[in-house]
């Protein structure tokens, strides 16, 4: 076996969240290579495997997972059983592959470790107390050996991402950017810093979350957030303020959940729906995708995670550049 290859031992490891950090990344960049079509000589046929999990989860679901023709459908419950069914799978059929060109880049020197987000599309990684991140494009994340101790959880961050902090009253969760400075027990919430490091935003969903940052008399500024509370930090002039997200608005950022229905809808329809919620430009590389169909519910999904499943489903991918989005992959023949 290559010394490179997943072994079932790690994968089962992983099920069970008893991986280290290290092997996290590994075995969520050999899943991660599953759409990237760049593995070795054994090919893996996906929509294969993905017709062999839905019948797995079948039980679960009412039956309601099973394509109908050239209509793609799945629920959103599916895709959260589907990473760890997927893996026990393909473990059981020995089929062991990895990226070979890996664009999401982790370094580990002495114990620490970054993890940057070169990739053109969003990025899922636990941390070792099983907490979640999405790393937008272009984003660092790093935390030292002895970050995830007895008594607090820090990681510190350059960019954008979407954190998912497992509740422990025990060992508070800080985020650090530059100044600022996010404390959690567990919830979700979303923080952003602009290129020039000038302005940071942070966005609850769920939970309550406290943030703050030095004043220039050596004092700290703090403000604590609710849910669909955002708090902005200038730091040309050194103010944190906290303001309200709206409950209903035509438009909202990626990282908010929403729940939307597509019911046998042409791929061209389901991109300009994400278009006017989300506010992003999408593009379809291949005029074929339009004649792809979908019938899928997402129930308080990000973005991303839309993005994720429904390219998954019409066998595409997508790359992310800011506000454009661009979808690539061979379509759907144009059959009524």
């Known amino acids: 076996m290559s010394k490179h290859a997943i072994s079932p031992e790690l994968l089962k490891r992983y099920t069970e969240g008893n991986c280290t950090a290290e092997e996290v990344y590994r075995v969520e960049e050999w899943y991660a290579s599953l759409n990237e079509g760049e593995v070795d000589q054994y ?30 459908s799945l629920t959103t419950v599916f895709i959260r059983y589907a990473a760890a069914a997927m893996v026990v799978l393909v473990a059981s059929f020995g089929l062991f592959m990895y990226l070979k060109k890996p664009k999401t880049e982790a370094v580990s020197v002495a114990g620490d470790v970054v993890i940057v987000n070169t990739q053109k599309r969003v990025t899922r990684h636990q941390l070792p107390d099983g ?26 961050l350059e960019g954008e991402a979407f954190f998912d902090v497992t509740k422990d009253p025990t060992r508070p969760f800080l985020v650090k950017s530059h100044a600022l400075l996010v404390k959690v027990l567990g919830t979700s919430f979303n923080v952003k810093s602009t290129p020039d490091q000038s302005r940071f935003e942070v966005s ?34 050194g103010q944190l303020t906290s303001t309200e997200i709206p409950k209903t608005q035509e438009q909202v950022n990626t990282w908010q959940p929403v729940s939307l229905t597509f019911d046998d809808e042409p791929l061209s329809e389901v ?44 066998e595409a991918s997508y790359q992310m550049q800011g506000n454009r989005i661009v979808i690539n992959g061979e379509g759907c023949s144009n059959v009524e």
């Open 43 to 72: 090919a893996f046929d996906q929509p294969l495997h993905l017709k062999k999990v839905q019948a797995l989860l079948g039980q679960k679901t009412n039956g309601q997972l099973q394509p109908v023709g050239k209509i793609r």
């Open 131 to 156: 907490s979640l991140v999405w790393l937008n494009p272009d984003t660092e994340l790093r935390y030292t050996a002895g970050a995830f101790s007895k008594t607090s959880r820090e990681v510190s």
């Open 204 to 237: 609850v969903v769920t939970g309550k979350v406290s943030v703050s940052i030095p004043d220039r008399k050596g004092q700290e500024k703090a403000v604590l957030l609710l849910p669909r509370q955002q708090a902005v930090f200038e730091a040309s002039s």
């Open 271 to 314: 991109m300009k729906r994400l278009e006017k919620k989300y506010g992003v430009t999408i593009q379809l590389a291949n005029p074929n995708l339009a004649n792809c169909r979908l019938k899928a519910s997402f129930d308080n999904s990000r973005l991303s995670e839309i993005l994720e499943i429904t390219t998954q489903l019409v």
